[in-house]
């Protein structure tokens, strides 16, 4: 959820929406390979959290990955574009922190605590619905939506219902589904009022500011938690530490990267398919890493999540 949705029209927009902005490129090969990047990258940030969360705090681990990975992107804005690029209005820096807090806090802290019970592999998938609660939104909110869109949505929601299964039957952990499904509405409340907010102008510092200002609100929480108390340094695995290493390096910094730069040299139906691309990535590194099983609910759930967000993206993108 890695990840990772304005009155005024961006430059470039960031990765908390399935309909992102104009790209009139061509498919190029370095569309392509950067497109692999965004498929691939994104699409393992499910099994990077699996694994950080095994030794890790769940909150302090989302701590650590966001305020580190907020601080470089800010400094490498600053070093790239000048210190001017960073500066903010107080509205402006509120805004981006209360995105932040909706997408990090909310959205991703609900999928990392929830990750302790719940797999990978059906964590992304139901992650994946996130477009189909912004199209109700929309709707909600007078927007137009086609009747394709919705028939999307409704058939995402019996997928979702079919997901759940694992939770009902006991397999998961149904709290952990159920957390799931929370953060998915968190994220996409937050980039729907991504659209209604001032945002600073420049989409690398809104980013910046989202990251560090949604990772303190995750240090908050671990501290509620008591999770700084109990961690054991010595406990962390090494594979643990190379997780969250990933996530802060590739999950938040290079794939956004590449995904910014399909925004303006890429068709933006070509780099929408990541909507889709991402939970199957997740499904299938789950199973092939962790050995994730692959139950039919979790087959069937998915092949309808994935069809509905694939009509939705088409249809109102």
């Not at 902005?21 to 990258?41: D, E, F, N």
């Not at 705090?57 to 990975?69: C, D, E, G, K, N």
């Not at 509205?91 to 929830?114: E, K, P």
Request: hydrophobic fraction near 55%; aromatic fraction near 6%; glycine fraction near 12%.
């Amino acid at each position: 959820m890695t990840a990772p949705q304005q009155s005024r029209r961006p430059k470039t927009r960031p990765p908390h929406d399935f309909v992102p902005g104009t790209g009139p490129g061509r498919s190029t090969p370095a569309v392509w390979g950067a497109l692999a990047i965004v498929y691939v990258v994104w699409g393992s940030t499910y099994l990077g959290i699996r694994i950080a969360v095994e030794t890790m705090p769940p909150f302090l681990s989302a701590a650590t990955r966001f305020i580190t990975a907020g601080l470089l992107l800010a400094g490498l804005v600053a070093w790239r574009q000048g210190p001017a690029a960073l500066k903010v209005t107080r509205r402006q820096l509120a805004s981006a922190g209360l995105v932040g807090l909706m997408l990090l806090l909310g959205g991703n802290g609900m999928v990392v605590l929830a990750e302790q019970d719940v797999p990978s592999g059906l964590a992304a998938l139901l992650v994946a619905t996130v477009p189909l609660w912004l199209v109700l939104l929309r709707a909600g909110s007078g927007q137009r939506t086609s009747k394709a869109g919705l028939a999307g949505v409704l058939l995402g929601l019996a997928g979702l219902g079919v997901l759940t299964v694992p939770g009902l039957s006991g397999d998961v952990k149904l709290a952990g589904v159920l957390l799931v499904i929370v953060g998915t509405l968190s994220w996409a409340g937050g980039s729907f009022l991504t659209s209604r907010l001032p945002m600073p102008e420049n989409v690398f510092a809104t980013s910046a500011y989202e990251m560090i200002v949604g990772g303190l609100g995750c240090l908050a929480v671990a501290a509620l938690r008591g999770e700084p108390q109990a961690l054991d340094l010595a406990t962390v695995s090494t594979r643990s530490w190379v997780a969250l290493a990933a996530l802060v390096v590739f999950g938040s910094l290079v794939a956004f990267t590449a995904y910014a730069w399909l925004l303006q040299n890429a068709p933006l139906p070509l780099v929408a398919t990541y909507a889709y691309v991402n939970p199957v990535v997740a499904v299938l590194l789950g199973w092939l890493i962790l050995a994730e099983p692959l139950s039919w609910p979790i087959v069937l759930g998915g092949a309808i999540v994935v069809a509905a967000v694939c009509l939705v993206v088409r249809k109102e993108r």
